[in-house]
């Protein structure tokens, strides 16, 4: 095990403005002892594909509450892909169950709904990033 | 009211008491907490007794100065408020048909959700458009659209509220040409913009314009309305999005009613008076769980305002006094686990609103932590407010529970503790500054975090979240919005651009640009590009390009 933080992007893909718990994610993955990279509102795919690559990220944390997530998570995921970055890509936000299995085929390993606690992702960043 | 030296002997006699019976009793029996405080930290004590009040000064009489009963003479025994549900999604057309469906069922006026694109200026075949057209309002791209809006909706008869910022004045000018076209003109419309860009920037993060050419179009449309649509809320000043942001009661109060200075500052300073247009600002507050905490607030922000508008900026008409307010249920209290506790969260929160004197309000339907409404929940979540209305009797007398010795007490310190905020943002510059410098969305963040690790350590209990939770089956029933809109929206823009007089839209947009450089209003010209069926990116395109666009700092 290499003595390295996890480093994370947290992102706000589309238009969306409620980042409440974008950052409230954020502040615990650093409490817990995370490197954290916030991207902000507004990020095109192609902007947080770059921001993961530049920052030299292991896990992508997608937050939307605006319903657009079955089109904005899958082209987060396959351009990271195309840029040849494996890192681990989460997602969180108003999302209903019916919608988590096409998302996790595209790629996201999980979807943290409302009423999650933090702790949960922590958790399963902590168990499925090794650095 | 009591005397002092009563007031004395009754604060001595609770000393007996807490040091006779209750001492006995906790010391075998002791209470559930050391300590116990509203949802926001303001500590609660174990039993309240009547203070030293001056009636008149502080409370007065409902319709007089300084409002802390309520804004109107009567009250709900004169009208009940305004049951007023938000909504809107995917096509105009289909909004149409929500709306028929509310009215039909005994709503009273209307409240248009836009989808994101509309509410931040881009038309819906942006590229930044994808995937989010008609999501979570819906999508308007030209006064074609807000014609199949309200088709069959006769606006001199109902009033309408628009959530949109940004935008406001483009979409504003839509609803007067509609209005036109019906043959109404727009001294009879009465309805509300939110218009309130300074909680953009802080908490809700639909903004296009930096905060300075923002502010300008607010100014404009406050005079324009002045002269032309008199009945109209020209801004809803909104802590909603405050408090859903995770801000306390306090700060809600205090964020708000600093944004509500800094627009009467700008406004003033370009040359209106303040009783031309402070009676028409209206605002816009949440109702959270917190029941007494809530009930408070609400009184606490009319006291508040109304010694603001008198005192700080010599209002001399009682209407620049008012503050006048429309009520949403807190959407963050919602669980998506055991949907239907919601409807008891939403009941509560609603009473709490009603109590406080709201003049309008919208509940929350069960299922929102998971999708939009379906017309079912809507319907559960508006019979909610007439059973308020028209069962529980407490709309029949005006501040039923003033007088609590329990409610003036938090009244009291609610508004202690907002004025001391709202001297620390004036000290920052003001609002617009406060924002600029991180402080506000700061000292907002701080407390969303505080409170999700109050609910993650069990301190503070979520009912069927962090305790009493169950296995359960995923709902059924979500509404889900056909992904094929954004596609019809493109098709029907591109039917529009082929068909309208393209020499007029240049025009209009070109007279637009050269009002946006100069200093003349911009309404006029913005109505002018509407009703040639410039398209609402097209509008804000131009703007974009004289005043550019707001890039915020980020802060964790």
Not at chain 2, 13 to 18: Q, V
Request: proline share 5%.
């Amino acid at each position: 095990m290499l003595d390295r933080k996890i480093r994370v992007l947290i992102a706000k893909p589309g238009l969306d403005g409620h980042d409440r718990g974008a950052k409230v994610v954020a502040r615990a993955l650093r409490d817990a002892g995370m490197e954290v990279i916030y991207t902000g509102l507004r990020q095109t795919p192609e902007q947080i594909a770059e921001a993961a690559l530049q920052e030299d990220v292991d896990v992508v944390g997608l937050s939307l509450l605006s319903g657009a997530h079955g089109t904005l998570f899958p082209k987060v995921v396959s351009l990271l892909r195309e840029k040849g970055l494996e890192c681990l890509v989460i997602g969180g936000g108003v999302i209903p169950q019916a919608d988590i299995p096409a998302l996790k085929e595209a790629g996201v390993a999980e979807i943290f709904t409302p009423g999650t606690p933090t702790s949960a992702a922590v958790e399963f960043i902590k168990t499925h990033v090794r650095v | 009211m009591t005397d002092k030296e009563s007031l004395e002997g009754i604060a001595q006699a609770k000393e007996a008491w807490e040091q006779g019976m209750v001492k006995k009793l906790t010391s075998r029996f002791p209470e559930r907490s050391p300590e116990f405080s509203t949802i926001s930290g303001l500590g609660v004590d174990r039993l309240y007794i009547p203070a030293e009040t001056d009636y008149l000064n502080e409370l007065g009489f409902p319709g007089q100065y300084p409002f802390t009963r309520g804004v109107q003479p009567t009250m709900y025994r004169g009208r009940f408020w305004t049951m007023r549900q938000y909504a809107g999604f995917a096509t105009a057309e289909e909004s149409n048909q929500r709306y028929k469906y509310l009215l039909e069922q005994g709503q009273t006026g209307l409240s248009v959700a836009f989808d994101l694109p509309t509410q931040i200026g881009y038309d819906s075949d942006h590229p930044l458009a994808e995937g989010e057209v008609g999501k979570v309002g819906v999508a308007i791209d030209s006064l074609e659209d807000m014609e199949i809006l309200f088709d069959g909706i006769p606006l001199d008869r109902v009033s309408t509220s628009m959530t949109i910022n940004a935008p406001a004045a483009v979409l504003l000018a839509m609803y007067i040409a509609v209005a036109e076209k019906q043959g109404v003109p727009s001294e009879k419309l009465s309805g509300t913009i939110q218009n309130d860009i300074l909680k953009e920037y802080a908490a809700r993060g639909t903004y296009i314009f930096p905060p300075q050419p923002s502010m300008r179009l607010i100014t404009d449309t406050f005079e324009y309305c002045a002269k032309h649509l008199p009945d109209w809320n020209t801004i809803s000043i909104s802590g909603y999005h405050i408090r859903e942001a995770g801000s306390t009661a306090v700060q809600e109060v205090a964020f708000t009613l600093s944004d509500g200075i800094a627009y009467v500052e700008v406004a003033i300073k370009a040359g209106l008076d303040v009783d031309t247009f402070a009676p028409r600002l209206s605002f816009f507050f949440n109702s959270h769980l917190d029941f007494m905490e809530e009930i408070a607030k609400f009184r606490a922000a009319r006291r508040l305002w109304a010694r603001i508008m008198k005192e700080r900026f010599g209002a001399k008409d009682p209407k620049s006094m008012m503050l006048r307010f429309h009520t949403q249920t807190g959407g963050s209290t919602l669980t998506a686990q055991q949907p239907y506790n919601n409807v008891v969260r939403v009941a509560l929160q609603a009473l709490a609103a009603v109590l406080g004197g709201t003049q309008s309000l919208h509940t929350n339907s069960y299922d929102e932590a998971l999708a939009l409404p379906t017309e079912e929940s809507v319907r559960i979540a508006l019979r909610t407010q007439q059973i308020i209305a028209y069962e529980s009797g407490v709309a029949d007398t005006i501040d039923p529970l003033g007088g609590s010795y329990f409610l003036e007490d938090l009244t009291n310190r609610i508004e202690r503790q907002a004025m001391e905020y709202i001297e620390k943002v004036d000290a920052l510059g003001g609002a617009p500054a406060a924002i600029e410098q991180g402080y506000i969305q700061r000292e907002i963040q701080e407390s969303a975090y505080r409170y999700q690790k109050a609910v993650e350590s069990g301190e503070r209990v979520v009912v069927g979240v962090n305790r009493f939770t169950a296995e359960e089956a995923p709902p059924r029933d979500l509404l889900r919005v056909d992904p094929a809109v954004g596609e019809l929206q493109g098709r029907k823009l591109a039917s529009l651009r082929a068909r309208r007089d393209q020499a007029a839209v240049e025009a209009a947009l070109a007279e637009l640009k050269s009002v946006a450089e100069g200093n003349g209003n911009t309404m006029p010209a913005i109505l002018k590009a509407v009703r040639a069926y410039a398209t609402l990116g097209e509008i804000c395109g131009v703007l974009r390009q004289v005043f550019g666009e707001y890039r915020p700092d980020i802060s964790l």
